[in-house]
């Protein structure tokens, strides 16, 4: 997965981000990246397939020669698809996209559980991302229905490929950061270990993939179509930084405090131990979602340089913490890596503020109520239930302290009149009334 996921930059070559960001997109340039990823797909894959030996061998563990093999496939799948999904974001059609992903991940994860059930084991997680991609393929080509054109030259993506190559360089690196702790962890320590590090890491990543699938990658289309419109660009960052405060910040707090009851009751008492990685790595997120809409806002303004020099910079010095600190404690390498975020964090609000006049002392104002108020209510509601009200079942407790914080944090946002609940309320009432119009 790690290597699949890092030659996918290479593949993409940030062609995605230059498209959506581009006004005006031709038909040649759509042909010219289409056959560009399919071209580069089926060389990886080639080159998945021939070199899952030595990956097997690195590791020790020759059951990775089958798994490395069947996943050269995913690359041909998402080489035919690429552009077409590119086109449904750059429509922000995401509707669609989303459904169609929830759609494929419930068919693949109920085939998935049957195949383990019948004894598959780990080859169950491999037909599980197969059948994913191929569902997606097969719904997103038959709902674009477009198809490239033979009369197309590679030199017409020089606009493209001028701007994507530093967005591509920077997510490379960015993403050999991300995935490196668990290559070195793997070569370092037991799979038991790896095991409980991925598994908090995994499930912290997937509290950022909802914001990231619902707001953040609307967001960049969004910003793009209003590059040239500056009052409209504050707008709609106010709007995104007070719906990221008023809902996921203390979202995510909720997750920091109720760690291991939350992986207790979702994977079993055997993966507790992973618990105090999911609170370290659900910290970072908070400072992620603080992070993205920033970032966006300087690609959405062709400021791809600047994301470069920054994504760079942090990710080398993430990489060099890794490698230090990896085989040494893995709380201090967590640790640096937390500090690591909150510093990038910082570096694109100040870029924000004295690029291109968006001030990051407005958007602070606007983080630092809710993160407070989300902060002390949780704080009080779990020292309440762990040492007052002591509650053994883990989804009880869940249940309670959730709905308990919850109704409180509403509550308190209410009674101080504060705007995320209000434009969260306006935008329900919106939804509902035009559904009901539609219907």
């Given at each position: 997965?790690v290597?699949?996921?890092?030659?996918?930059?290479?593949?993409?070559?940030?062609?995605?981000?230059?498209?959506?960001?581009?006004?005006?997109?031709?038909?040649?340039?759509?042909?010219?990246?289409?056959?560009?990823?399919?071209?580069?797909?089926?060389?990886?894959?080639?080159?998945?397939?021939?070199?899952?030996?030595?990956?097997?061998?690195?590791?020790?563990?020759q059951?990775l020669?089958?798994?490395?093999?069947?996943?050269?496939?995913?690359?041909?799948?998402?080489?035919?698809m690429?552009?077409?999904?590119?086109k449904?974001?750059?429509?922000?059609?995401?509707?669609?996209?989303?459904?169609?992903?929830?759609?494929?991940?419930?068919?693949?994860?109920?085939?998935?559980?049957?195949?383990?059930?019948?004894?598959?084991?780990?080859?169950?997680?491999?037909?599980?991302?197969?059948?994913?991609?191929?569902?997606?393929?097969?719904?997103?080509?038959?709902?674009?229905?477009?198809?490239?054109?033979?009369?197309?030259?590679?030199?017409?993506?020089?606009?493209?490929?001028?701007?994507?190559?530093?967005?591509?360089?920077?997510?490379?690196?960015?993403?050999?950061?991300?995935?490196?702790?668990?290559?070195?962890?793997?070569?370092?320590?037991?799979?038991?270990?790896?095991?409980?590090?991925?598994r908090?890491?995994?499930?912290?990543?997937?509290?950022?993939?909802?914001p990231s699938?619902?707001?953040?990658?609307?967001?960049?289309?969004s910003?793009?179509?209003?590059?040239?419109?500056?009052?409209?660009?504050?707008?709609?960052?106010?709007?995104?930084?007070?719906?990221?405060?008023?809902?996921?910040?203390?979202?995510?707090?909720?997750?920091?405090?109720?760690?291991?009851?939350?992986?207790?009751?979702?994977?079993?008492?055997?993966?507790?131990?992973?618990?105090?990685?999911?609170?370290?790595?659900?910290?970072m997120?908070?400072?992620?979602?603080?992070?993205?809409?920033?970032?966006?806002?300087?690609?959405?303004?062709?400021?791809?340089?600047?994301?470069?020099?920054?994504?760079?910079?942090?990710?080398?010095?993430?990489?060099?913490?890794?490698?230090?600190?990896?085989?040494?404690?893995?709380?201090?390498?967590?640790?640096?890596?937390?500090?690591?975020?909150?510093?990038?964090?910082?570096i694109?609000?100040?870029?924000?503020?004295?690029?291109l006049?968006f001030?990051?002392?407005?958007?602070?104002?606007?983080?630092?109520?809710?993160?407070?108020?989300?902060?002390?209510?949780?704080?009080?509601?779990?020292?309440?239930?762990?040492?007052?009200?002591?509650?053994?079942?883990?989804?009880?407790?869940?249940?309670?302290?959730?709905?308990?914080?919850g109704?409180?944090y509403?509550?308190?946002?209410?009674?101080?009149?504060?705007?995320?609940?209000?434009?969260?309320?306006?935008?329900?009432?919106?939804?509902?009334?035009?559904?009901?119009?539609?219907?």
């Amino acid at each position: 997965m790690v290597l699949y996921i890092l030659s996918q930059e290479i593949i993409r070559f940030g062609l995605d981000t230059a498209i959506i960001q581009k006004k005006e997109v031709s038909n040649e340039e759509y042909s010219g990246a289409f056959f560009l990823i399919a071209s580069l797909s089926i060389f990886f894959a080639i080159l998945l397939y021939l070199s899952s030996t030595f990956i097997s061998d690195f590791y020790d563990n020759q059951e990775l020669v089958l798994v490395a093999r069947m996943f050269s496939l995913m690359y041909i799948i998402d080489g035919l698809m690429h552009i077409q999904k590119i086109k449904l974001k750059k429509s922000l059609d995401f509707k669609r996209l989303n459904f169609y992903l929830i759609i494929s991940k419930i068919i693949a994860g109920s085939i998935a559980i049957i195949l383990a059930l019948k004894g598959v084991g780990l080859l169950s997680l491999v037909y599980q991302n197969i059948i994913i991609a191929a569902i997606q393929m097969i719904l997103i080509c038959s709902s674009v229905k477009w198809m490239p054109s033979r009369s197309y030259q590679f030199k017409n993506l020089d606009e493209l490929v001028n701007y994507s190559k530093y967005i591509f360089s920077a997510n490379f690196i960015y993403h050999i950061s991300q995935r490196l702790d668990s290559l070195l962890i793997a070569k370092y320590f037991d799979a038991t270990l790896l095991g409980l590090y991925d598994r908090g890491k995994n499930l912290s990543e997937l509290s950022q993939r909802l914001p990231s699938n619902f707001i953040m990658k609307p967001l960049f289309t969004s910003l793009s179509a209003l590059q040239d419109d500056k009052a409209g660009l504050h707008r709609l960052m106010k709007r995104i930084y007070t719906s990221i405060s008023f809902v996921f910040i203390p979202f995510l707090l909720f997750l920091v405090f109720n760690a291991k009851q939350l992986i207790e009751f979702a994977y079993g008492y055997q993966w507790v131990d992973a618990a105090q990685y999911f609170s370290l790595f659900s910290i970072m997120a908070i400072f992620y979602l603080i992070r993205v809409p920033a970032n966006y806002l300087l690609l959405a303004m062709g400021k791809s340089k600047e994301v470069f020099r920054i994504e760079v910079s942090i990710s080398i010095l993430k990489i060099i913490a890794i490698i230090i600190l990896a085989a040494i404690n893995l709380y201090w390498m967590i640790a640096a890596l937390i500090i690591l975020r909150a510093i990038e964090a910082t570096i694109y609000l100040y870029f924000c503020d004295n690029r291109l006049s968006f001030s990051t002392r407005e958007y602070l104002m606007i983080i630092a109520p809710y993160f407070s108020i989300g902060l002390i209510l949780i704080s009080v509601i779990n020292y309440f239930f762990d040492y007052l009200f002591i509650i053994d079942n883990s989804f009880i407790y869940l249940a309670l302290s959730f709905t308990s914080f919850g109704c409180i944090y509403l509550l308190t946002n209410y009674l101080l009149k504060m705007d995320g609940l209000s434009f969260h309320w306006n935008l329900t009432k919106t939804y509902l009334l035009k559904t009901k119009s539609s219907a």
